[in-house]
Nanobody
Framework: QVQLVESGGGLVQPGGSLRLACAAS????????MKWYRQAPGKERELVAS????????NYADSVKGRFTISRDNAKNTVYLQMNMLKPEDTAMYYC?????WGQGTQVTVSS
C-alpha cells in the first residue's frame, strides 16, 4: 500500500539546521508532486513547500522562503526538506504528503 515515512526531526537551537526526509513506497514516486506540511499545537496544518514530479519547480510558504529547500531523489523514492536558520516559530509536527496520503509526521522543536 501507499506509505510515507518521515524522519530527521528533533530538537535544535534557534539558527540551527535540520534535514527532514520522507521515504515513499507503494506507488510510482517519480510520477507525483510531493508536499511538506506542518502543524503547530493549536494551529491549522499549513503547506510549507511543494515540488513537482521531476523536481523542476518548487514553491514555498512566505514564512520559510530563503530558509527552507525542498528537493527529491526519484532514484531513492525520497523527498527532503532542508531547514536552515530555524526559528522558534518553526516548531511543529512536519508531515509529508501525496494527494490524500499522509505520513505519521516528525516533530521539529526549535528552542534554546
Amino acid at each position: 500500500q501507499v506509505q510515507l515515512v518521515e524522519s530527521g526531526g528533533g530538537l535544535v537551537q534557534p539558527g540551527g539546521s535540520l534535514r527532514l526526509a520522507c521515504a515513499a513506497s507503494g506507488f510510482t514516486f517519480r510520477s507525483y508532486a510531493m508536499k511538506w506540511y506542518r502543524q503547530a499545537p493549536g494551529k491549522e496544518r499549513e503547506l510549507v513547500a511543494s515540488i513537482t514530479s521531476t523536481g523542476g519547480s518548487t514553491n514555498y510558504a512566505d514564512s520559510v522562503k530563503g530558509r527552507f529547500t525542498i528537493s527529491r531523489d526519484n532514484a531513492k523514492n525520497t523527498v527532503y526538506l532542508q531547514m536552515n536558520m530555524l526559528k522558534p516559530e518553526d516548531t511543529a509536527m512536519y508531515y509529508c504528503n501525496r494527494l490524500l496520503v499522509w505520513g505519521q509526521g516528525t516533530q521539529v522543536t526549535v528552542s534554546s
